[in-house]
């Protein structure tokens, strides 16, 4: 197996866990809603695990993601309504809804990878938008991060997609949420994941910034979208809204 | 006379004078070279008597003829009067010689009254019964002022009837003077017709080396007074009348005067040795008036004998501040005078018993008892000569005993102990003499008490009082001390200055008014200073000597006034010069210093009021690791020390190696920095110098991780003091020894690089804005470089007002907290000085999910002062935490089964760390250790604030083969 099929063998992988996971959570009960995707040999090693706690624990202990409520996230952002209406091209494939209890059917060109047609092709497309003009690409995702390191918001809301509005509450934050950046180099990796009905293409950029007088190194992440042909700034990248994972792409 | 002010005629009265004199005397002459009496040896003409060498006098006379032609001898008389024929029969000569000279020595009561006494020569035929001759005109050595007897020769010794002075000499000038008082060499000592080589004094020989001052104006050079200005040349030291009568009235033993006004007549003089005159200041035993008379604060005088800046350039007023009272004052420093024979006969210029009348080798005409022992007296070495337990010095008033200084202190053995103040000047450099703090012709005795102002001067103008001690020290220790100025109303002696300790990195600087440019952080705000009055105040009095120290930095212990003890012990401390002396026993040093008021309250460590219990957590009864060792060295510190002397054979901690006594302060009501969200030093610490780690010029150790800088090592640190600027933290201090800045004990980790804000996770104790980091980007175990996005949870990680940025010291975990005690890394009953509230050792904690425990862990780790795992009640909060029966309940699955054992910052996020990681940090090693972590995953906080983990994301032997997650999962495809 070359390195690019191992890529997309993971990236397989894991969009089949998303979709799963999908598939549970619109199969479970609401106290169940935030129980993390959890296969067959999960679930019989927990049993194995027994020796190690009791039931007790386990039925009193829920998964993380269980209980929110009550508890203030460290930082929020105005939700924007607009940005959640957003749909882009191609759009991630709805959660296939299905009888958990229905013997599988993998059919007769099924590759096993639990995948349906649709989530494939979602693959494919998602993957060829990044690897058709890598430069471009990268050109936007320089340019956003040259516009934080200047403080230029301007040229920050010149980048945004006109879809999702002027947003100049994010791109304050967006400006703010830095200390001073003194160097920047792009990175390859390109992780894609979907929102609703819109894919986010995340770039990343290695910077050294100055913070405290000190100056480090970080990787922050450059969110976009690819909106009519063209590279844009995002701002679905907020806390507030679910990502999920769709694939890594490596430029 | 009945006054002390007598006229002279003016000059051209004076001229006239000499004009008849000159005229009497050439009469004179004729008649001395008239043929003489048949059978009578022609009358000799003296032509001159001078001291030859002390207590020699030599007389010289042209041979007299005798008609018989027969051969003569020459006698020689001497008298305290003129000599003349109706006195000298009954005298025997006190020398016959044939030729035309003699040298007699000289009686002790000739010499002790300056060579006044008269000589006269008298020719004799050999024959028998032998013919004389008259007798001689007389002469004195001494030749000044007499003027009463026309057959003393005076006058025309210095002065020419008709016009021409003799040899051409300005009879004002100095050279007319030093025709007897020099004109030999200056290695001669006396001159060519005195006692006195006076001009060898003022360096007036051609080559000869110069004095290092004397006492001339440039106004006396120009008018040609050189010693003119203060002294009379018509006065003679001892006057005998015709009759042979001592008249103490017309006697002037130095002759000395000064000039006090002009009027019709000509300059008017005031005299100040006037033998035994009851109307003069000599009179009354022992004065300086004749000095003050210029240097005092009627400035008038200098003024005929100066230029108009030669008051000023002289210090002006020498008794600004009441020199009549002062320690060196009259009644107790006596002078030159004091105790000799026929004492009232001397002017007594108490002056003179630390100043040359001429010249001195030193400058200011520095001398000790007429001598300036070619320069040994100068600065210091004046003082020593009396402050000293060998001092010779005895003419002072009853009950003075050596070494004459408060405390019976050997000042100049105490200049020769471990650490002094400068007792000298310099041109650069450290610089110091005594004069620079001591006002000699001011300051008082003082009394009893230590440190008392009346005995100091301020060093910027020491004609001024300084308001306290501590602006006294702070006068220079301000960063800018004086230079010498000598002005009529200032006066700094000699230059004040401080050794350069520029290439010194930690050293705490000379200024003790800032830290810095910042002027907020001087002694007068640190907490030492601004103790309330009720508690007392710790002041440079009380951990300082003035003079020296057997200890560094002049430490002493003198207790402080106004202090409440705790329990009510205190130690006294001393300056006694005896075994006691507070200075060189142990409690005046490192850190049993500190001890005497920041101690536990006991008799041996005392405890002040508003003091901070530093001994108690300093010393825990037991435990390792859990103590910072001040106590267990002793000597190895040094203000000058680099980054090598913290290390090594040398390690150490003291206290100042932390603290700046001299700026420290509490803030906030605590000593040590405890405000939330900041990595900011506290007070307690301001002062103290600390590195600043080149964070961008680190070594990457680990090509695991793409980050150039991620777990790098630095290797470049400069030096920083701690000021409480934005740019502060605390950690700084710390690295100065716990980093690669030194050379560590094995088993202390290298904290500048577990701190590395480039660190995938790090506790954030460098003030970052940007706490834990949610991206990273590394290489994973299929050699590609993955970015991983790992967003933090938003419930169950933290305590209320804790979050992912919040800022922290390393006092938030490294302090003690116990009520009374000093907070900050003193030392705990915990190990690695752990606030001793959390006893717990997060090494053997674990994951617990029950009401008694509801942050999550077992006991009380010190985790728990921030972390809390519960997002409610009952519920562990995020999904990495969320199963105790998997992650915890048990010892065998302690927290660091998961995360590294030294949890201040990591290569990979959230602090995980792998069984096979470097032994200092690899997780916990049984089974159930983390082995690898999938890479190639993102990890995303939901909508309710939840990150989703799973079995698989993780791989352990957990359980046997089948791994944490069971087979598929103990070999991840992609690990990071």
New interface residues.
């Given amino acids: 197996m070359d ?1 690019r099929a ?2 997309l063998a ?1 990236a397989l992988i ?1 969009l089949a866990m998303v979709v799963g996971a999908v598939v549970l959570l619109y199969g479970r009960t609401p106290d169940e809603a ?1 129980e ?4 067959a ?2 679930r ?2 927990e049993a ?2 027994a020796p ?3 039931p007790a ?2 039925s ?16 929020t952002t105005a939700a924007r309504s607009r940005a959640r209406s957003v749909r882009d091209t191609p759009r991630p494939p709805k959660p296939a809804v299905t009888d958990p209890t229905a013997p599988a059917d993998p059919g007769d060109d099924d590759p096993g990878d639990g995948l349906t047609d649709e989530e494939r092709e979602y693959l494919e497309e998602t993957r060829e938008i990044v690897e058709q003009d890598p430069a471009a690409l990268r050109d936007m995702a320089d340019a956003i991060v040259a516009a934080i390191t200047s403080g230029d918001d301007g040229a920050l809301a010149d980048h945004l997609a006109d879809d999702e509005g002027p947003q100049p509450e994010y791109l304050s934050a967006l400006l703010d ?3 001073t950046i003194v160097e920047s180099a792009p ?3 390109v ?1 894609i ?1 979907s929102a609703s009905e819109a894919t986010l293409y ?1 770039a ?1 950029t ?1 910077v ?2 100055e ?11 450059v969110p976009m979208r690819y909106v009519n042909g063209e590279w844009r700034l995002t701002t679905l990248d907020d ?2 809204i ?4 769709v694939q ?1 792409v ?1 430029l | 006379m009945n006054a002390n002010t007598l006229r002279e005629s003016a000059q051209h009265r004076r001229r006239t004078r000499i004009g008849l004199a000159a005229t009497a005397v050439a009469l004179c002459s004729l008649l001395v070279s008239a043929p003489a009496m048949a059978a009578t040896p022609s009358t000799p003409v003296l032509t001159d008597v001078y001291v030859s060498a002390a207590g020699q006098i030599t007389i010289t006379w042209n041979a007299s003829t005798d008609a018989g032609g027969h051969s003569l001898t020459y006698d020689v008389y001497r008298l305290p009067q003129p000599i003349t024929g109706s006195n000298v029969g009954p005298l025997v000569p006190v020398a016959s010689v044939t030729t035309t000279s003699a040298t007699v020595a000289a009686l002790s009561a000739e010499v002790e009254q300056s060579y006044v006494w008269f000589y006269a020569v008298r020719a004799k035929e050999t024959t028998t019964p032998a013919t004389v001759s008259a007798v001689s005109k007389t002469m004195a050595a001494n030749l000044h002022g007499y003027r009463l007897s026309s057959t003393a020769v005076t006058c025309t010794r210095c002065h020419s009837v008709h016009g021409a002075y003799p040899d051409d000499y300005d009879y004002t000038y100095v050279d007319l003077c030093y025709r007897c008082h020099g004109a030999t060499s200056a290695a001669s000592a006396v001159g060519a017709r005195s006692s006195l080589n006076v001009q060898a004094e003022f360096g007036d020989y051609g080559g000869q080396a110069q004095p290092g001052s004397v006492h001339r104006s440039t106004k006396m050079e120009t008018d040609r007074t050189e010693c003119d200005a203060c002294h009379s040349a018509h006065r003679t030291s001892y006057y005998y009348d015709n009759n042979g009568a001592y008249v103490a009235s017309s006697s002037y033993r130095k002759m000395i005067r000064v000039q006090t006004g002009v009027d019709a007549d000509g300059p008017t003089y005031t005299y100040y040795s006037q033998n035994a005159d009851l109307e003069t200041p000599a009179a009354a035993g022992e004065n300086a008036a004749f000095c003050l008379a210029c240097h005092g604060a009627n400035a008038a005088p200098i003024g005929y004998v100066g230029d108009a800046g030669d008051y000023a350039l002289t210090g002006g007023d020498h008794n600004s501040a009441g020199y009549s009272t002062a320690a060196h004052g009259p009644t107790i420093l006596k002078s030159n005078d004091f105790g000799r024979p026929a004492q009232s006969e001397y002017p007594q210029v108490q002056c003179l018993a630390c100043h040359a009348k001429h010249a001195s080798a030193a400058d200011k005409l520095i001398a000790y008892r007429g001598s300036d022992a070619g320069g040994a007296y100068a600065e210091a070495g004046l003082c020593y000569a009396c402050h000293s337990a060998a001092s010779a010095e005895s003419k002072v008033a009853a009950g003075y005993v050596k070494p004459f200084a408060w405390n019976d202190r050997d000042v100049q053995a105490e200049f020769g102990r471990a650490s002094t103040h400068p007792a000298t000047s310099s041109a650069t450099g450290r610089s110091l003499t005594c004069a620079n703090c001591h006002n000699v012709h001011n300051v008082a005795e003082g009394g009893a008490a230590a440190w008392s102002l009346s005995r100091v001067s301020t060093p910027s103008n020491t004609k001024n009082t300084p308001s306290d001690m501590t602006a006294f020290c702070l006068d220079c220790h301000d960063g800018s001390p004086a230079s010498a100025t000598i002005s009529d109303t200032a006066l700094v002696p000699y230059r004040i200055g401080f050794s350069d300790q520029s290439t010194a990195p930690y050293f705490p600087g000379w200024d003790k008014s800032k830290v810095g440019a910042d002027a907020s952080l001087g002694f007068t705000n640190s907490g030492h200073y601004a103790a309330s009055a009720a508690n007392g105040k710790a002041l440079c009095a009380n951990c300082h000597d003035p003079h020296a120290s057997d200890n560094v930095r002049l430490l002493a212990w003198f207790r402080p006034t106004g202090v409440t003890w705790i329990g009510g012990n205190s130690i006294a401390g001393d300056r006694s010069i005896g075994a006691g002396r507070g200075n060189t026993v142990p409690k005046a040093a490192e850190e049993r210093l500190c001890y005497n008021c920041h101690g536990n309250g006991t008799a041996t460590y005392p405890q002040a009021a508003g003091a901070a219990d530093v001994y108690t957590p300093a010393n825990p009864a037991s435990g390792t690791n859990n103590k910072h060792v001040m106590t267990a060295y002793s000597g190895r510190h040094s203000d000058l020390e680099g980054a090598s002397d913290l290390g090594s054979a040398n390690r150490h901690s003291e206290c100042v190696d932390c603290h700046d006594p001299h700026a420290a302060r509490k803030v906030g009501g605590t000593a040590t920095q405890d405000t939330l969200n900041t ?1 900011a030093p506290g007070g307690a610490v301001y002062g103290a110098w600390g590195v ?2 080149d ?2 010029n680190t070594v990457r150790d680990n090509t695991t991780n793409p ?4 777990w790098g090592t630095p290797t470049v640190f400069s030096s920083f003091r701690l000021s409480g600027a934005a ?1 502060d ?1 605390e950690a700084y201090l710390c690295f100065k020894c716990h980093s690669g800045n030194s050379t560590r004990p094995a088993g202390q980790s290298d904290l500048a690089l577990e701190f ?3 660190n995938f996770s790090v506790h954030n104790v ?5 706490g834990a ?1 949610e ?3 590394h290489v994973a175990s ?1 050699a ?6 790992w ?6 990680v933290f305590r209320t007002s804790y ?2 940025n919040t800022m922290l010291t390393c006092t938030s975990c490294h302090t003690s907290e116990n009520a009374g005690d000093a907070k900050g890394p003193h030392g705990s009953t915990v190990q690695w000085l752990i606030d001793p509230n959390y006893p717990t050792d997060w090494k053997t904690s674990y994951l617990v ?1 029950n009401s008694s425990d509801q942050d999550g862990m077992n006991g009380q780790p010190i985790c728990q002062k921030c972390h809390d795992l519960y ?2 009640a ?13 992650h915890g ?2 010892s065998s ?1 302690p927290c660091i089964t998961c995360h590294i054992k030294v949890p201040h910052g990591w290569k990979r996020p959230r602090l995980l760390g792998y069984r096979g990681d470097d032994a200092a940090y690899a997780t916990y090693n049984p089974a159930g250790a983390l082995s690898e972590i999938s890479a ?3 990890h ?13 994301d993780c791989s352990t032997d957990f ?1 046997g083969a ?1 791994g944490c ?4 999962h103990k070999d991840i ?2 690990g990071w």
């Fill in positions: 390195t191992k890529r993971a894991a935030g993390t995707v959890r296969s040999e999960d019989s090693q194995a695990d190690y706690g009791s624990d386990e009193g202990s829920p998964d993380a993601g269980d209980s929110g409520e009550g508890v203030t996230p460290v930082s949420r830095y200390p990175l390859d990796t992780n994941f995340f990343y290695l050294v910034w913070d405290a007088g000190i100056r480090s190194e970080h990787t922050i992440p806390p507030m679910t990502l999920t994972f890594a490596q | 990595s600043k780690p964070y961008a980050g150039t800088y991620n740019s933290t590395n804000p480039s460098l003030g970052q804005s940007v980091q991206t990273f980007t299929n590609i470089t993955y970015t991983e996005t967003q933090f949870p938003s419930v169950g979050d992912a999910a997002s409610a009952g519920v562990v909060g995020n999904s990495a935490h969320a199963r105790p029966a998997r309940n048990s699955i190639n995953d993102n995303l906080r939901d909508g309710s604030g939840t990150v989703q983990w799973d079995s698989g359980g089948s997650g069971g087979g598929a495809a992609i």
